[in-house]
């Protein structure tokens, strides 16, 4: 019997030492608040006024009404404007959640989404690298591209 208790409270032992190592590295891990340009992106409008690939320009007239504005250190709303580039743009997005990657270099977009009319639901992923950010001016580009073979887009804003 002795021998059960001690081997319960050595598994204790290495659980709870477990917890107090992994609660930490959860608040750590966004570190999105650690941002020193989080005032530069928060509670504006970001005004989308170019797309690029390539050095070539492919911004088509329905782009330039969207606006992108992080609301909070967590919360953000991407507005497509009046003018949709797809002739079905009926996914609906539910909540919109952002953080900072990779040495505040990367910004990561989750949109959660259902299929208007559909019962399909899910999340959508998308990793934009910071190329350049003032007080004016932000630009972004697919921070997953190259690794897949693809000539990045490039997204400017103004503010």
Known sequence: MNLLLNKHSATTKRSSFLF?????????CNNTEDFEQLDTLLGKEWRLVALTRNGIDVTEACDLDDVL???????FQYDIGALECLEEENIETETKKWSMRDDHSVIRLVFKFKMDGRAARGDFVEYWEIVH???????????????????????????
Do not use: H, K
Request: aromatic share 12%; proline share 5%; hydrophobic share 50%.
């Open 20 to 28: 107090f190592i992994a609660i930490p590295c959860l608040f750590a």
């Open 69 to 75: 504005r992080f609301e909070t250190i967590s919360d």
């Open 133 to 159: 950010l003032t007080e004016n001016i932000l630009i972004m580009q697919d921070a997953l591209a190259e690794g897949n073979n693809q000539i990045p887009v490039v997204r400017e804003y103004e503010f």
